[in-house]
Nanobody, 126 residues
Framework: QVQLVESGGGLVQPGGSLRLSCAAS??????????MGWFRQAPGKEREYVAV????????YNTASVKGRFTISRDSAKNTVYLQMNSLEPEDTAIYYC?????????????????WGQGTQVTVSS
């Protein structure tokens, strides 16, 4: 089993920055065996991919709307994945979820991920 816990969300003004963290753990969890992703869901909308990171960290993908503003990374020593969010816009307001999968190839769809955190709220408003 894999447990994922997000943190770092909050209220920020347009143009501001936040860094989300996702701490991963489990009885037999090996961090390097899992690709990681960040997804978000706004009210009335489906959950959508934001950024994903391969098991090795060598491949990343970002959805077009956040490209150049958001960066996903992982710290193997801490079993933690981060999402650095800069130049935030009101359209970024959503609950952000961390996800993990052992499956390959790297997936951009939520159906490709097997473990999920509870989410952290990000609100971008003036």
């Amino acid at each position: 089993q894999v447990q994922l816990v997000e943190s770092g969300g909050g209220l920020v003004q347009p143009g501001g920055s936040l860094r989300l963290s996702c701490a991963a753990s489990g009885h037999t969890f090996t961090f390097s065996h899992y690709a990681m992703g960040w997804f978000r869901q706004a009210p009335g909308k489906e959950r959508e991919y934001v950024a994903v990171l391969s098991r090795s960290g060598s491949m990343t993908y970002n959805t077009a709307s956040v490209k150049g503003r958001f960066t996903i990374s992982r710290d193997s020593a801490k079993n933690t994945v981060y999402l650095q969010m800069n130049s935030l816009e009101p359209e970024d307001t959503a609950i952000y979820y961390c996800a993990a999968t052992r499956r390959v190839p790297l997936s951009l769809g939520h159906e490709g991920y097997d473990y999920w955190g509870q989410g952290t709220q990000v609100t971008v408003s003036s």
